[in-house]
């Protein structure tokens, strides 16, 4: 699962890895995050339900990031997780 940078297309995953990049920003249960682009800068606040299913390399995974043209998304897998959050 992971969130994309709008300006530069970076997906960042939500990883071990991925700790200095989202932020988690506590609300009364909000469920709201703040993603920091490394590469652009740009900040990003966004919901936990934002989030989507990518498919990434093993070293993608690992880093927490990928780089456009490194990730697809797996809508299959998203519109499995909406239904269970429906239920």
Known sequence: MGI?????GMAYLITATSNNR?????SG???????????CK????FHKSDLTPYVVSPRGYAKGYAERGEYSARQDL???ALRKAGS
């Open 78 to 80: 998203a519109n499995v």
């Open 22 to 26: 989202i932020d988690f920003v506590p």
């Open 42 to 45: 740009m900040k990003r606040s």
């Open 4 to 8: 994309i940078c709008e300006k530069c």
């Open 29 to 39: 249960g909000s469920e709201m995050f703040t993603l920091t682009c490394a590469t």
